[in-house]
């Protein structure tokens, strides 16, 4: 099938189909005569693993290592298991830093009148000390 239909089927856009060939995530497509990609069975069930493991946030790079454990039958699951955990440790740090950045915002949205007027600590917060116009 073509890359259209691969996207369609497999909820992947084609610029990102052909931005994972570029990057060697997936193999590239076998091209017919007319040039036109030709995807099949083992590509789309590719492009599921990696957009399932792009849905619950990992990296390229550690898409690229649980592919190759993926398609590595003599595998360790405690190789999987123990990249899965700095994955959930790298999440905790960023959900430590967006809660900070939350608590920032809200801060600042609860100084703010929102009225007519132009005095803002929002605008004042993100310019710092002492760049008021």
């Known amino acids: 099938m073509q890359i259209g239909e691969a996207a369609r089927l497999t909820g ?16 590239s497509a076998d091209r017919r005569d007319s040039n036109y990609r030709d995807y099949g069975h083992h590509d789309l069930h590719r492009l599921g693993f990696i957009r399932r493991a792009r849905n619950l946030g990992f990296a390229i790079e550690e898409i ?5 454990l993926w ?8 190789d999987v298991k123990a990249l899965t955990l700095k994955h959930i440790a790298d999440l905790e740090t960023k959900i430590t830093a ?9 801060g600042l949205v609860s100084a703010c009148e929102g ?10 917060g993100l310019a710092g000390p002492a760049h008021h116009h």
């Open 71 to 78: 398609g590595d039958t003599e595998r360790s699951s405690a």
């Open 12 to 27: 992947v856009s084609a610029k990102m189909i052909r931005h994972y060939e570029a990057i060697g995530l997936i193999p």
């Open 64 to 68: 690229r290592d649980l592919l190759r």
């Open 115 to 124: 009225s007519h007027r132009p005095d803002c600590p929002i605008i004042e």
């Open 98 to 106: 967006l809660t900070e950045m939350r608590t920032t915002l809200m």
